[in-house]
């Protein structure tokens, strides 16, 4: 599921046109991806398994959340390294 997605964020980034978001990568399965490559080539992946028809806005706003979540966890003093 994963290494097949990963595959389409190169085009997925020529047609998003500078924005995070990537969109909906392609269907796999009963599944829907969808997603989100930072500036620093940190590629986040969400795999919906019911259809959001309609709820692009919502799906955006939760990979950016997650995005939000990881940069505020690194600079975080107080994180254990190497520990998940």
């Known amino acids: 599921l994963i290494p097949?997605?990963?595959?389409?964020?190169?085009?997925?980034?020529?047609?998003?046109?500078g924005n995070l978001f990537l969109g909906f990568l392609c269907p796999i399965d009963e599944y829907e991806v969808y997603g989100y490559s930072t500036s620093t080539h940190i590629k986040i992946i969400l795999?919906?398994?019911?259809?959001?028809?309609?709820?692009?806005?919502?799906?955006?706003?939760?990979?950016?959340?997650?995005h939000r979540e990881y940069v505020e966890n690194l600079m975080n003093n107080f994180t254990p390294l190497n520990k998940p």
């Open 47 to 66: 795999a919906l398994e019911v259809p959001l028809t309609g709820k692009i806005s919502n799906i955006e706003n939760l990979l950016r959340e997650v």
């Open 4 to 17: 097949t997605s990963l595959d389409l964020i190169p085009e997925a980034k020529l047609n998003s046109k």
